[in-house]
């Protein structure tokens, strides 16, 4: 059972009760004498034993959002920008990219901090190929940016790279 059961409807929550367990280990605060609606009550269980409470990178479940994605145009290089946040490390779980044509000088490349270079792949086969972080996600610095780049591989020959379960820790 988890530490954060479901409420029961209008029931009220018990007095004051902390716990530990909140994003960046900032404890979170349960005011008494509050009713809170089924809805409400069973969102907030899901989230606080989903997503906040997840110490195992494994569990958590990472969003797919449009920049995880990069599709330019042909002749120029796929580039996945993470900003830099406070205290934070970007986590990504694989990465699928491609080029549609043979590459003359394919690379696939992550950075983080800028410029320092975590991943570095040459490729030299046209089609799909997929790198997965099995064990543990490929990290970046705390604090830092992360560039995931898929280097431009001729003229005519277009670049897609995806970063898989992106998120941050």
């Not at 994605?69 to 002749?75: D, F, K, L, Q």
């Amino acid at each position: 059972m988890s530490a954060f059961a479901k409420f029961d409807g209008a029931k009220q929550v018990n007095n004051a009760r902390s716990v530990s367990s909140g994003p960046g280990g900032v404890p979170i605060q349960l005011d008494a004498q509050l009713p809170i609606p089924d809805a409400v009550s069973n969102a907030l269980s899901d989230v606080l034993d989903g997503h906040w409470r997840s110490k195992d990178w494994r569990e958590a479940t990472p969003v797919q959002t449009a920049s995880d994605v990069s599709t330019p145009v042909a002749g120029t290089g796929a580039l996945l920008n993470y900003v830099a946040l406070v205290n934070q490390s970007h986590c990504i779980e694989g990465i699928d990219y491609s080029y549609d044509g043979a590459p003359t000088s394919g690379n696939l490349q992550v950075h983080s901090p800028s410029g320092t270079v975590i991943l570095n792949r040459d490729i030299t086969a046209a089609g799909p190929a997929s790198i997965d972080f099995t064990e543990e996600p490929l990290r970046g610095a705390r604090g830092a940016a992360m560039l995931v780049y898929l280097a431009p591989a001729g003229a005519s020959v277009k670049a897609k790279v995806n970063a898989k379960g992106h998120h941050t820790e």
